[in-house]
């Protein structure tokens, strides 16, 4: 297979209206698991993931059994991480995606985690009930999708949390710019996939004012937003009261 083309145009022009080269349909398989791969390096090694488990403990009730609800999950690193702290508590754990080979591989490599299930699904439509979940995530999958659908989008994950949202995503700065082109330079240098999307991603990303505003347009409840050491913001939020309720939190 060839490798992927960077998209041509300034990146105002770009904002939406492509695929990023990890999410093309005939991504080839090796090059995605190893982006996968190096996405939960990365969620480790920047600490996001410790920031993502320390502010999913204290959106969650301080007891009984939860479930959670990842959407854009990748290779699922972060559910299952959350699995893995919250043990006996997990009822139910569910990885969506929008890419069906990203899917599969959340759940190929979430073998042994008996309360974790993975599907396809689109963000702007979940298969799932209103208010069936403790917690409804997005992480690093946000700017994945076209400016004009994320309100929605966050509006969706608040249907289906009966307690919180949590997004978390890079931030559009200088440090991320520069971030890119040297990890492209080094660590990612052989992997097309990274090379590529890398530098489309921080232009994609958000401000946290940017954040806010659609937070307040999907309305949302109460919104924080805090930043990790500048490279990525975190939005938690309660999830907006609704009168009906659902049922499980299982993909249709």
Do not use: K
Not at 149 to 163: H, I, K, P, T, W
Not at 200 to 219: H, K, M, P, Q
């Amino acid at each position: 297979m060839s490798e992927p083309a960077p998209p041509s145009g300034p990146p105002s022009t770009q904002l939406g209206w492509f695929a990023e080269a990890m999410d093309q349909p005939d991504v080839d398989p090796a090059h995605l698991d190893d982006c996968l791969d190096q996405l939960a390096r990365l969620s480790v090694l920047s600490g996001a993931r410790r920031l993502i488990w320390d502010r999913a403990r204290s959106l969650l009730p301080a007891d009984g059994p939860v479930t959670l609800v990842d959407v854009g999950a990748g290779g699922g690193d972060i559910l299952r991480h959350l699995s893995r702290g919250l043990g006996d508590r997990l009822r139910l754990g569910v990885g969506l995606d929008f890419h069906e080979r990203t899917a599969m591989a959340g759940a190929r490599r979430s073998t042994g985690h008996g309360r974790l299930r993975f599907a396809r699904a689109d963000a702007r439509a979940l298969p799932l009930a209103p208010r069936s979940a403790d917690l409804v995530m997005m992480h690093m999958a946000l700017h994945h999708i076209e400016p004009r659908d994320r309100a929605a989008v966050l509006a969706e994950l608040g249907r289906v949390s009966r307690g919180a949202v949590l997004v978390t995503d890079l931030a559009r700065n200088a440090l991320n710019r520069v971030g890119a082109r040297i990890l492209t330079a080094t660590v990612w240098r052989r992997n097309p996939l990274m090379r590529v999307d890398a530098p489309v991603s921080v232009d994609r990303s958000l401000t946290s004012s940017e954040f806010a505003s659609l937070a307040a347009e999907a309305g949302l409840g109460v919104v924080r937003i805090t930043s990790l050491y500048g490279h990525r913001l975190a939005l938690s939020a309660h999830a907006p009261a609704r009168a009906e309720v659902g049922g499980g939190a299982t993909p249709a």
